[in-house]
């Protein structure tokens, strides 16, 4: 096994500055994910922007999660790691895995041996 994380991102719960709500290393975090895997695509663009996200959204893979989304593709969701890539996980508002379908990807994440870590910030 690599040294990939799978990241869980908390996000603003409310519109304010960032300085706030999220901390610094937090933002620092985002710039060593190329790989998201969030609840709504516009909102996660939006968070990024702020949070002052260096890379070209071209250049990055968005895996969307809602419960629209199959379990075979969630297993594929994770597939990053396995070639040294962290992943972020964000929710549309507050912690991962808090009243939306995150815990599914963490579940899994621990199941396949995969490191999980939860940061500080925001929760609804």
């Given at each position: ?6 990241y ?54 968005f ?33 991962p ?28």
């Amino acid at each position: 096994m690599n040294n990939a994380v799978l990241y869980l991102f908390p996000t603003p719960i409310a519109d304010n500055d960032l300085k706030y709500s999220i901390p610094e290393v937090n933002l620092e975090l985002l710039n060593q994910c190329d790989f998201f895997i969030v609840e709504d695509l516009r909102s996660a663009r939006r968070f990024l922007k702020k949070a002052g996200y260096k890379k070209d959204f071209e250049e990055v893979e968005f895996y969307t999660l809602n419960e629209h989304t199959k379990i075979e593709e969630i297993e594929n969701y994770l597939d990053p790691i396995y070639k040294g890539k962290n992943i972020g996980l964000m929710s549309e508002a507050g912690l991962p895995c808090i009243a939306d379908p995150g815990q599914m990807v963490v579940s899994m994440a621990q199941n396949k041996g995969i490191k999980v870590i939860p940061l500080v910030g925001a929760s609804s």
